[in-house]
């Protein structure tokens, strides 16, 4: 059974503060996930790591892929309130019958104060 | 709009009822995802479609659940003789295909059953 643990599962920042969030895996998948859910709403993707070291920036967000491509983390610079919100990391898994189904971690719960 | 719709967004059901849950996937994805979260998880896996023909339905929890796409595109999950423990969100996804792994889906608002 492939899972991903994620931590923190709570995280309660004032605005400005950077944090980390981090995802790491028992086994290499495809390619790895961040979501972002909004209380209400269906989660939706932020950006897909593929490549071992491979790092993406996506405005103050910013995220890495482990070398062995079993690890990843979501860096935020200058967090905003709205940037509040629950974040997911997810495997993508390939081949067989089930070709791009997502396992999820845990989530990490951000609450931003203003 | 043109995303992934479900309905109803909310369903209570006393235990014992069967439920419905229809899913409205985008137009022409051929994928479709059903996945089952509880409150303040991640999402898990239940069922996975290509079409109408469903390829993975390895996170049903039970024989009580049952989901179908006959024509590939509408999809429903159905839950018989709901339990306390069925309580949770449903959420729907679909994707067009474009196989692993920079498979995007993309995420319906999901529908929230609480069994009482």
């Known amino acids: 059974t492939q899972l991903l643990e994620q931590s923190p599962q709570f995280l309660s920042i004032q605005e400005g503060e950077n944090l980390t969030v981090y995802c790491n895996s028992s086994?290499?998948?495809?390619?790895l996930q961040w979501y972002r859910q909004e209380p209400g709403e269906g989660p939706v993707l932020l950006v897909t790591?593929?490549?071992?070291?491979e790092v993406k920036k996506l405005k103050r967000l910013t995220f890495q892929f482990g070398d062995a491509r079993k690890d990843s983390s979501l860096h935020i610079t200058a967090a905003q309130p709205g940037d509040t919100g629950l974040y997911l990391c997810?495997?993508?898994?390939?081949?067989?019958?089930?070709?791009?189904?997502?396992?999820f971690g845990q989530g990490t719960i951000l609450t931003v104060h203003p | 709009g043109a995303g992934v719709s479900q309905s109803p967004r909310y369903k209570v059901a006393k235990r014992g009822q069967d439920v419905a849950l229809r899913c409205d996937p985008i137009?022409?994805?051929?994928?479709l995802f059903w996945y089952q979260q509880a409150l303040g998880q991640g999402p898990e896996f239940l069922t996975y479609?290509?079409?109408?023909?469903?390829?993975?339905k390895s996170g049903l929890p039970s024989d009580r659940f049952f989901a179908e796409r006959p024509e590939g595109s509408v999809s429903t999950l159905k839950i018989q003789r709901t339990q306390q423990e069925d309580s949770a969100v449903y959420l729907c996804?679909?994707?067009?295909?474009?196989?692993?792994?920079?498979?995007?889906?993309?995420f319906g608002p999901g529908t929230r059953l609480t069994v009482l």
């Open positions: 996804a679909s994707s067009f295909w474009t196989g692993a792994p920079y498979n995007e889906q993309f």
């Open positions: 086994s290499v998948f495809s390619s």
């Open positions: 790591v593929v490549t071992g070291g």
């Open positions: 997810a495997g993508v898994s390939a081949g067989g019958t089930s070709y791009g189904k997502l396992t």
């Open positions: 137009s022409g994805h051929v994928s």
């Open positions: 479609f290509q079409n109408e023909a469903q390829l993975d």
